[in-house]
């Protein structure tokens, strides 16, 4: 089976400039979450959706955002960015172990540089 | 305010001995975690995991512990090996959130 994937692999985009991120879950697999993880960090949530409605958010400014369409993939914008906002963007799908939680799976992440 | 913490930036191990990568959690609501490998440029791969309810889980040589009186969990790795070199982090979750939060991580050496 496919894991997740998540396209594109790299962007470079310039200040002030909209970005979107895409990502498709594990077949099955109904929540997505969205990550984002600098250097010398673990990953930092910023949104999860299930079954296109969000469940979760962050602490992230508005100018993320996110969506999840009815195949359950997944887009995460971001406008009017910053040079902060370099980082490697992840996207996680979750499934229920039965034992009391939930395991989640990432992709391979998107790498944003913004200059 | 970190609720994960993985106080040790790296730890180097000799091939075929043992790794014990250690986390602490502060936040009682959190009731499963997670560990999770992460090599350079990839994202991070899930290991093993443990609810509350348990204090010990193993898959092949990778054991979790947790003692919750002490808000601690340990990943064991036994015997190492020096695929095993990456970056780990520990993470958890609390009820019916799907949240993770995440460590720093600790960088593993498996020296040959």
């Known amino acids: 089976d496919a894991g997740v994937t998540q396209s594109p692999t790299h962007l470079i985009k310039t200040r002030g400039q909209q970005v979107t991120l895409r990502c498709s879950p594990i077949?099955?697999?109904?929540?997505v979450s969205w990550y984002q993880q600098v250097l010398g960090q673990g990953p930092q949530f910023i949104f999860q959706?299930?079954?296109?409605?969000?469940?979760g958010r962050g602490n992230f400014p508005d100018r993320f955002s996110a969506r999840q369409f009815p195949n359950y993939s997944s887009e995460l914008n971001v406008n009017a960015l910053l040079l902060g906002d370099s980082a490697l963007y992840l996207c996680?799908?979750?499934?229920?172990?039965?034992?009391?939680?939930?395991?989640?799976?990432f992709g391979p992440g998107t790498r944003l540089t913004v200059t | 305010d970190q609720q994960v913490k993985q106080n040790s930036p790296s730890l180097s191990v000799q091939e075929g001995r043992i790794s014990i990568l250690n986390c602490d959690y502060t936040?009682?609501?959190?009731?499963?975690f997670l560990w999770y490998k992460k090599y350079p440029a990839e994202g991070p791969t899930f290991l093993i995991s443990?609810?509350?309810?348990?204090d010990k889980n193993e898959d092949g040589r990778f054991t979790v512990f947790l003692n919750k009186s002490a808000k601690h969990l340990s990943l064991h790795i036994v015997p190492s090996q020096p695929g095993d070199s990456a970056v780990y982090f520990c993470?958890?979750?609390?009820?019916?959130?799907?949240?993770?939060?995440f460590g720093k991580g600790t960088l593993l050496t498996v020296n040959p």
């Open positions: 959706y299930y079954e296109k409605e969000e469940r």
């Open positions: 936040n009682s609501m959190f009731d499963y």
């Open positions: 996680a799908s979750s499934r229920w172990t039965g034992t009391g939680g939930y395991e989640q799976y």
């Open positions: 443990i609810s509350s309810i348990k």
């Open positions: 993470a958890a979750s609390g009820g019916s959130n799907y949240k993770l939060t």
């Open positions: 077949s099955g697999h109904k929540s």
